[in-house]
């Protein structure tokens, strides 16, 4: 979990291997004689330039010489020289971590994103109205933190395209000293099962199945599919299925099935990233199976919700995965090829329910919804 702004910053105790230098400078002047010029290594003999001026390599690690203080380091008591000693004392090295950590920004207001399910222009349309991207599809938030729920791909036109947009925003949101993050959705998990297993039969519960029927069946489009490439399998195989942000338990489903993975946000997030490299078709389909389950904040109430929070920790529920009129009881279907099913409720924010304990955050965009992108915490 991110170390938040308000927090003392952690000095950790120094070891031998902080103080780890190259051969070229751990040579000790003999008592008496003037120091030995440094060796200096092949690779630096010819120091880098800028407009015709030599420039100081920098030193290597985190261990700074005093002699080397960096620009904006205010000195204290330990930097000042000692006077009155015949000899000066020999350089001491002090660690950087805790003013490393002290310099950096702090971080901005936490942003989450409903299930977007390849819609790619709606996304765009909505980051850009919370001020998070630019006209051009950039990062323009600066430290700001934004999660994805989950459910990139299937139903919508341009799932891959989705994909490579949230990883392109989270370098460009890390180099401004922000984030943006991504959690495991069912509809991941049915397409990692389509590229991995396609028509392989499944031992499902139900009877025989494939992830590939599955996956058709789920609004799994052949475009994405043609389009995905190593880089995007390997993104994808690698999130976390829950985390845990100023309080915001964050999730993609509605269901207490996360329990059967671990009592623990960590235990639960390295035993889905197992299965997945086991890469064992029947666990497969089981997680995708249970994470596909919905409704429990609903039907079992709040209680439901305490019980994760009580083993995750957090003070509310965010997730996505059940589309809001569906959790109003509003008719309606995610059927792409049913367009006089793609109707429900007007979505203008999340579905705050079971007793204030769980937020909703699938506008529907799938049903002629909205495609939500709201900030935390809710002021509801």
């Not at 139903?155 to 395209?161: A, I, L, Y």
């Not at 389909?285 to 609903?298: C, E, M, N, S």
């Not at 965009?365 to 935390?376: F, I, P």
Request: aromatic share 6%; glycine share 10%; proline share 8%.
């Amino acid at each position: 979990m991110t170390q938040g702004a308000d927090e003392e910053p952690v000095v950790r105790t120094a070891t031998l291997r902080d103080f780890r230098v190259p051969p070229y400078a751990q040579q000790v002047p003999v008592q008496g004689e003037a120091p030995a010029a440094p060796q200096v290594p092949p690779q630096a003999a010819q120091p880098r330039l800028e407009n015709g001026q030599p420039v100081a390599p920098a030193h290597p690690g985190n261990a700074v010489p005093d002699t080397e203080l960096p620009d904006d380091y205010t000195p204290t008591e330990r930097d000042l020289p000692v006077l009155g000693d015949d000899e000066a004392p020999a350089p001491t090295v002090r660690m950087q971590v805790a003013e490393d950590r002290a310099a950096e920004p702090a971080l901005g207001p936490l942003y989450v994103v409903g299930d977007v399910h390849g819609y790619l222009d709606e996304l765009l349309a909505a980051l850009a109205e919370q001020g998070l991207v630019d006209g051009e599809g950039h990062w323009s938030a600066g430290t700001a933190r934004l999660w994805f729920l989950g459910d990139f791909t299937d139903r919508g036109p341009d799932g891959v395209g989705v994909i490579d947009l949230v990883m392109r925003l989270s370098a460009e949101a890390a180099a401004a000293g922000g984030y943006c993050k991504a959690l495991m959705g069912n509809h991941e998990l049915l397409l990692l099962g389509a590229k991995r297993f396609g028509p392989t039969p499944i031992n499902s519960g139900a009877g025989t199945a494939t992830f590939h029927a599955a996956w058709l069946l789920n609004g799994g489009q052949q475009s994405d599919m043609e389009r995905l490439q190593d880089v995007h399998l390997q993104w994808m195989s690698r999130l976390d299925a829950v985390a845990e942000e100023d309080g915001h338990l964050l999730m993609h489903s509605d269901t207490t099935a996360y329990l059967d993975y671990g009592t623990t946000i960590d235990d639960v997030n390295d035993t889905v990233h197992q299965i997945l490299t086991r890469n064992d078709a029947d666990e497969c389909w089981d997680l995708f199976r249970k994470l596909t389950r919905r409704f429990a904040f609903r039907d079992d109430g709040p209680d439901a919700v305490r019980e994760l929070l009580s083993s995750y920790g957090g003070s509310r529920i965010v997730h996505g995965h059940s589309p809001i009129p569906y959790l109003l009881g509003e008719v309606g279907t995610e059927d792409p090829d049913d367009e006089g099913g793609r109707s429900g409720p007007v979505v203008e924010g999340p579905h705050v329910y079971a007793d204030g304990l769980a937020v909703a955050m699938d506008g529907g965009v799938t049903m002629a919804g909205k495609l939500l992108v709201v900030q935390l915490p809710l002021h509801d």
